[in-house]
């Protein structure tokens, strides 16, 4: 999650030029008639609806693409007057002696605006910035003296024959206007490896998806997931849980209760008592017996137990649900009563009664606090010495009741079969996902503002029995990825951007994961200066602007991986990940990644949609309408409308446009993406140029000096293109050009 950001800065600095002003603009006239000017450009700009129709000509689309590369360009239509039922086509790409690239491999989407009222900086400024790209799918009507951008993307199969291949790209409006625009692509004579070179962990809430798109049953939501993981693929990034419906199924026997803690301190006898803690204001914390408790119907039963409390005059509530033969709940026979702990144990009793002839099972509940339909009360109650006595004879049913446990005899079965299926199909052709994020059961959580202990089938951090049941359970985790093929792809990204008061509790879980199965990878966000756990954290993932380039240099040498993330921050005149900045960013920072030996980016979120704290209750912020991501969570109040960022966590659009009126329709066809998304894309291929380049550099015969020299210039970004995080060429042509070279000289090398 992204740290909270400060109100705008008032730096009078210069604003985003995203038409290009200060280097002459950019894109290439076409040609123009009573009726439209069409120009196009290269998949690499921000096109404004009025940006202006540039100088230089150039009629026909030119461009080159290695095998197994997306490659786009703009189409700029800007009419006279109103434009008709315009339609836009495209041919197969065939080369000379036959070859082709069918039209199945190429995409037209149409460059839509959102409007930013709340710039996100100095740098940013209010109006309408392009952002979404949905399908062109049916013919459109263009606005006057508007440009209207049609984003067109080649995809180029890795068994394409390099060569020379030639396309049209046709345009027609109602009013019988018509124009032609001839594409020339050059195919490289090399391919993009079809696993990405750099990791990444691209964030997804589902839980957002289903509330925006209307998605009820388990289909729609199920074929929904699917699409987005078929999204993230196209755009060569790895999302955090591809294993959402195919999670690892576990079962647990020897261990009676579960939703508190099992406290060897506080108790009446034996070794432990049992700890309720009700922390939420939202919902009702509270223990239950694992299995249902056998019932005689017809005979009498009360409960019996000891109980004391944290707080004086501590309401807590006692009961059971009942269950017929089948175990199905019975709805109105649940028995509950309210009771008072205070810090001392006291004996309590709870007459049930009677039970019907239907009652066979019973569930016990334990409540820390008054059990209410919101959940909002808290507390902490100790339990011990529970039982459940049958009034005819005082005997007691509930053999769980004194809260003894024999680790000996806990056993966890994990079930890797739905995850295994999963694995093979997402880390395959054709999604190549190349990471994970693994979730660990029993971890602790939390970022600078809090955190939580873990616990284990009852058993808190720090306590013996915490650490025998962890070893187990990691140990099978670490054995079965092994097993699967995907161990080092999964990432354990349990703790969020630490403050210094939080080292030392990463620290010593970091070193339980590496103790107890040494192989799995652990991972850390942060950016605290003079802070260094990589002897126990695998992969450290630090925020754009507190890179630590001697720790980046250190990780490096000894095997380890640096990541980067963009979130809120940093804002301009970094790198960021932000609507109403620079073209250039998201694909600079992959450049910069490759410059500064970086092996993954991440983004905590891609549908961050909403804010509960920033939208009126009930509302659904529109991100087609508003591109403002606003801050939740981190104990902001209800109300409060503070900016991340436009965009931020915000890089794919709901297909529902009216999220508000619409709760009907269920939204079942792909995510639309951004244009940033095809930045990153774009940036991603460049870093695999370059690890191409250097791969062929490292392995040069001796007759390839000349190449070898040539390489390692290129290879060193020069500081016209790049300078540090800050400090940066804003023109996405200077990366055109220089890609270019790249690719010549691995044809060179190639020959």
Aim: with cysteine; charged share 25%.
């Amino acid at each position: 999650m992204p740290a909270v950001a400060s109100n705008v800065s008032d730096n009078k600095q210069d604003q985003v030029d995203l038409n290009q002003t200060a280097t002459g603009g950019y894109g290439y006239f076409i040609n123009q008639d009573q009726k439209a000017s069409v120009w196009w450009a290269e998949g690499a700009y921000k096109v404004l609806k009025d940006a202006p129709v540039p100088r230089k000509s150039q009629s026909r689309v030119s461009l080159s693409a290695a095998k197994n590369e997306y490659e786009s360009f703009i189409i700029v239509v800007n009419p006279e007057s109103e434009m008709e039922n315009f339609r836009i086509s495209v041919a197969d790409f065939t080369s000379s002696d036959g070859k082709t690239i069918p039209g199945d491999q190429v995409e037209i989407r149409k460059v839509e605006y959102v409007k930013v009222s709340h710039p996100t900086d100095y740098y940013g400024y209010k109006g309408y910035f392009p952002d979404p790209l949905p399908l062109y799918e049916k013919p459109l009507t263009l606005k006057a003296s508007e440009n209207t951008p049609l984003w067109i993307t080649v995809h180029v199969p890795s068994q394409t024959a390099a060569g020379q291949y030639t396309s049209e790209v046709t345009l027609t409006a109602a009013n019988g206007w018509k124009t032609t625009v001839p594409v020339d692509l050059t195919v490289r004579n090399f391919e993009l490896p079809a696993v990405p070179t750099i990791r990444s962990g691209w964030g997804m809430n589902m839980k957002n998806v289903e509330l925006y798109e209307n998605l009820t049953t388990e289909e729609q939501k199920r074929d929904k997931f699917e699409k987005y993981m078929e999204m993230f693929s196209r755009y060569k990034i790895s999302p955090y849980d591809p294993f959402l419906y195919a999670p690892i199924h576990e079962t647990v026997s020897g261990v009676d209760w579960e939703g508190g803690f099992y406290d060897s301190k506080e108790k009446v006898s034996g070794n432990y008592g049992y700890k309720v803690v009700d922390n939420s204001a939202t919902e009702n914390i509270e223990a239950c017996t694992r299995e249902l408790q056998p019932v005689t119907p017809g005979k009498t039963y009360e409960l019996k137990w000891k109980a004391k409390s944290q707080a004086e005059k501590q309401t807590y509530v006692v009961g059971v649900e009942c269950y017929d033969a089948e175990k199905n709940l019975i709805v109105f026979e649940n028995r509950f009563e309210q009771f008072t702990a205070n810090p001392g144990w006291e004996s309590f009793t709870f007459p049930l009664g009677m039970f019907d002839e239907e009652i066979r099972y019973v569930k016990v509940i334990l409540c820390a606090a008054n059990r209410t339909y919101h959940g909002e009360d808290k507390g902490v109650v100790w339990f011990d010495d529970l039982s459940m006595n049958q009034k005819e004879t005082d005997q007691n049913l509930l053999a769980c009741g004194n809260f003894e446990v024999d680790l000996d005899k806990i056993d966890i079965q994990l079930d890797f079969s739905d995850f295994e299926a999963a694995a093979r199909k997402y880390f395959a052709p054709p999604y190549n996902f190349n990471s994970f994020r693994l979730a660990i059961k029993g971890l602790g959580s939390g970022t600078y503002y809090s955190r939580q202990n873990g616990i284990f089938e009852g058993f808190e951090q720090g306590t013996e029995e915490y650490n025998k049941l962890m070893k187990r359970y990691l140990q099978q985790i670490q054995d079965n990825l092994e097993r699967i093929g995907v161990l080092g792809k999964e990432y354990i990204y349990w703790f969020d951007e630490p403050s210094e008061k939080d080292y030392e509790f990463v620290y010593q879980t970091n070193k339980m994961i590496k103790e107890y199965a040494p192989k799995l990878t652990t991972f850390l966000t942060e950016h605290v200066a003079g802070q260094d756990i990589s002897d126990v954290t695998d992969i450290s993932c630090t925020i754009w602007h507190q890179l630590n380039h001697e720790k980046i240099d250190k990780m490096n040498q000894r095997g380890l991986e640096y990541w980067s993330y963009l979130c809120v921050w940093p804002k301009a005149p970094w790198i960021s990940e932000f609507i109403d900045h620079d073209a250039v960013n998201m694909r600079m920072w992959l450049w910069a990644s490759y410059v500064y030996r970086l092996k993954g980016v991440l983004m905590w979120e891609t549908t961050y949609w909403n804010s509960n704290e920033a939208s009126p209750k009930g509302y659904l912020q529109n991100p087609w309408q508003e591109a403002m991501s606003w801050v939740t969570g981190y104990g902001w109040p209800y109300g409060k409308q503070t900016i991340w960022g436009n965009g931020d966590g915000r890089f794919f659009y709901p297909e529902n446009r009216d999220p508000n009126k619409d709760k009907t329709t269920a939204y079942q066809g792909y995510p639309i993406p951004s244009i940033r998304l095809e930045f990153l894309r774009a940036g991603i291929e460049d870093y695999e140029y370059m690890c191409i380049l250097e791969k062929l550099m490292k392995a040069a015969s001796k007759k390839q000096a000349s190449l070898v020299k040539e390489a390692r210039q290129l290879l060193q970004i020069p500081k016209s293109i790049y300078t540090d995080e800050k400090t940066y060429n804003k023109d996405p042509h200077v990366l055109l050009e220089h890609r270019q070279k790249i690719a010549e000289l691995i044809e060179k090398f190639m020959k």
